[in-house]
């Protein structure tokens, strides 16, 4: 649109009855303003916690910080050298941890990427943050995109991470401070943080189910690998957001705990059937063809491999 400063843009935009039916961003710019009562023009800075109330959102995350932090070290190696840096939110916004270099941190303290710093789109309008939250999906917000213009110096890459029961937990972003980065590097950067949050959520999974076998489904498409708990009774106990999704799961299916066998062979039981017959085929392999050993090593008894190296071709 022919206007001359990007509050005019983003009011224009936002107020367009037909601009919110073409475009993401210009239904977040409108949640903005119209949902929010936010200004483009705001110079606010973003809200932060004190000390105490951070140390209880840390608290409240559980083990989270503690299974985030060695992805999110490989992926701050990846662009320490792109004047990035990696934060962590909680699901409310509200960044919980941090990567970034000694030189640009005045500048990330600046614009408030801070731990306990509020990024959630109620507070900053469209960023990041607070959009991937409220989308749940992966996101990339590039400068002018941002509805404050004081944010549009920088370049957010986002994914949400969501919990063993497949609710929303946290997001993960890389925000840029580079004047030169371009929408290709943040769509590199954009599919580096999808990877990394999908790693987060798979090792929270497996931290909540230590005590489970879990099964891996092949992935379908681009879409995300399905992860599957299953205990020494062999009743399936768990599942990812993406098994939920693609095999129809729901909470009422966890709360009566089925049999493996009656539960995935109602759904893409080629699928599964191949996850667990390279699951039971590891074990006999590790285990040298030993099957007790590898009974307890998968965490069932040695009648039930047997059954399901029958039904599963794998004897």
Partial sequence: MATSTHEDRVIETATSDSSAARSKIAASWRRSLVNHGLQPEGVRAADSLGEAELNAA?????????????????????????????????????????????????????????????????????NGIGTCLVEERAVTIHREQHFFTRNTAMS???????????????????????????????????????????????????????????????????????????DRDDLVVGATRAARKAYGLTDATFASPRPADDLFATQRSGDLASAERAAIRRAIAS?????????????ISRATLYRRMKRLGAE
């Fill in 287 to 299: 285990t040298g063809g030993n099957a007790a050993a590898a009974a307890r090593q998968l965490g």
């Fill in 156 to 230: 957010c890459m986002d994914a949400p991470i969501f919990d063993h029961n497949g609710r929303l937990l946290a997001a993960l972003d890389v925000s840029s401070c580079r004047d030169d980065h371009t929408e290709a590097m943040a769509a590199l950067i954009g599919a580096l943080v999808a990877d990394a949050a999908r790693r987060i959520e798979a090792d929270y999974f497996r931290s909540v189910f230590a005590d489970a076998r879990i099964l891996v489904a092949p992935q379908q498409g681009a879409g995300e690998p399905s992860l599957f708990a299953v």
């Fill in 58 to 126: 840390r608290e409240a995350a559980g083990n989270l910080l503690e299974i985030a932090a060695p992805v999110m070290d490989r992926v701050f190696r990846s662009v320490d050298g792109a004047g990035c840096c990696v934060l962590l939110t909680n699901a409310e916004g509200v960044i919980l941890d941090r990567r970034g270099t000694a030189a640009d941190e005045n500048t990330f303290r600046k614009w408030g990427l801070w731990p306990g710093a509020d990024w959630s789109e109620e507070a900053e309008g469209t």
